[in-house]
């Protein structure tokens, strides 16, 4: 595991990173919709030159059913070679693949063979209860001293959540992150300023929440979270938080500078409980204490109730549902999943005070359904999205969450991964020849790239 030289899949700053070489393999998280068959993690050929380009060449099948894999990471990165890591000569390896309903963490071994990842250790719930107090693993990085794990709650369902890590080595959990976690309770994702000892989280809600479904009087009571908090990295204590406001329901996926000397970032927000619209908020450091501010809102579209699953009917409008977003290595477009509408949004974010809408594709959606050139008509929405390291590349996959997707989508959402070609000077268009379409069954959710991609990845010099 150890090397006498980095990783050549290392790179000291996201600049050098794009000048890597493009990938070849994407691993892909698959799981059981009905949750009687293990889940699996794929494989995808991206090689452009191969005759298997766009399709599943490989699956590894979970050792249990019910694990609901969900989001998951590399064992080591590009943070090995801050100048204070004590592990700079690990390699990126082994996929940490967390079960998010069943909080059991698989470790996969992706030599001798990258298309064929294997299972080499797992990590029981039991371990993870009795030595970090947590339960249902979410968001996992690798950091510079070891491996991080986000968790929505406590062992019973209810909170806090937190971080709890592993080591680098035997990926034994070490135990609970945080030494004083001040007003913090609820937890989702998290993202980290290296260059300033600064880590941010954000706010979902506890799996007793979220398990069965998104609850509509917690919604519109505004339980869900509508946070932001401020930590000090080194330390492991809570600085601050900034709520964005109660209406402001679901403030999930950060997406951080690439650039380690600046201290802003992005935070997608899912829903407004005024207007449904969705929205993207800007975290900045402007006199030295933390602040928010909304950069981006999407408006909800108008739509007859008959088209509407029932949780919307009575709204008579379609919300954007912003799901996920992801932030190019060049700290230049921020790309905005939008799951209810179909639509995935590119914006130049060079001046991140005021984006600038550059690109948009329509596929799927709770009402339009929009086609995809290879498939036609196909339902679900852009949700989990990677960017590749040169930033030419965009994939992403249809499915949300188990318990929420009937919800929306009540025909069932039929599982896809599409690929859109990126211009450089911004411009998005689908690939008419990639279109990955899931087996009965079974969804695809998140998506991680052979060598590392825009968002795998933290860095320590600019």
């Not at 470790?107 to 719930?125: G, H, Q």
């Not at 549902?321 to 130049?348: H, K, P």
């Not at 001046?351 to 498939?375: E, Q, W, Y």
Request: charged fraction near 20%; include cysteine.
């Amino acid at each position: 595991m150890a090397t006498w030289t980095p990783d050549p899949t290392f790179y000291p700053s996201p600049r050098l990173a794009m000048q890597g070489p493009p990938e070849k393999l994407a691993y892909l998280a698959i799981l059981d919709v009905a949750g009687n068959k293990p889940d699996a993690l794929g494989v995808v050929d991206l090689d452009p030159k191969s005759s298997s380009f766009g399709k599943l060449i490989n699956r590894t099948a979970m050792p249990n059913a019910g694990d609901e894999l969900h989001h998951f990471g590399w064992n080591a990165c590009s943070s090995a070679l801050c100048p204070y890591a004590p592990h700079p000569h690990v390699e990126r390896r082994y996929l940490i693949v967390p079960g998010l309903r069943s909080s059991r963490l698989h470790i996969l071994d992706t030599r001798p063979d990258p298309r064929a990842p294997k299972i080499v250790k797992v990590i029981e719930p039991a371990q993870v209860h009795k030595r970090a107090g947590y339960s249902r693993p979410h968001t996992l990085h690798c950091g510079p001293e070891g491996i991080y794990v986000s968790a929505l709650g406590a062992p019973n369902g209810d909170g806090p959540g937190g971080l709890f890590m592993l080591d680098h080595d035997a990926f034994d959990v070490l135990g609970r992150w945080e030494v004083d976690r001040g007003p913090q309770y609820l937890a989702y994702d998290f993202a980290w300023h290296l260059g300033h000892d600064v880590q941010i989280t954000s706010e979902w809600g506890t799996p007793n929440m979220i398990e069965n479904g998104l609850v509509p009087e917690l919604l519109l009571g505004s339980k869900y979270g509508h946070q932001l908090h401020v930590w000090d990295l080194r330390r492991r204590k809570h600085l601050q938080a900034i709520d964005l406001g109660a209406e402001q329901q679901l403030v999930l996926e950060l997406r951080q500078a690439r650039d380690p000397t600046k201290t802003y970032g992005f935070v997608g927000v899912v829903i407004s409980l005024k207007d449904l619209s969705a929205s993207v908020w800007l975290w900045h450091r402007p006199n030295g204490q933390w602040a928010v501010k909304k950069v981006i809102e999407i408006p909800a579209e108008p739509a007859e109730p008959d088209q509407l699953p029932p949780l919307l009917q009575g709204f008579k409008a379609v919300p954007p549902l912003i799901a996920d977003i992801n932030l190019s290595l060049d700290d230049r477009f921020l790309y905005v999943s939008c799951w209810g509408t179909g639509e995935m949004r590119q914006y130049d974010v060079s001046d991140p005070h005021n984006p600038r809408l550059t690109g948009a594709v329509r596929i799927g959606g709770i009402v339009k359904r929009s086609p995809h050139p290879a498939a036609g008509p196909v339902n679900g929405g852009p949700q989990m999205v990677e960017v590749s390291r040169d930033g030419r590349r965009v994939y992403f996959t249809n499915g949300l969450y188990r318990a929420w997707d009937g919800q929306f989508y009540p025909d069932g959402i039929k599982g896809w991964m599409v690929k859109c070609d990126a211009s450089p000077n911004g411009g998005l268009e689908l690939d008419s020849k990639f279109f990955l379409p899931a087996e009965e069954g079974v969804r695809m959710h998140q998506i991680r790239l052979e060598g590392g991609d825009s968002s795998s990845d933290t860095f320590c010099y600019p």
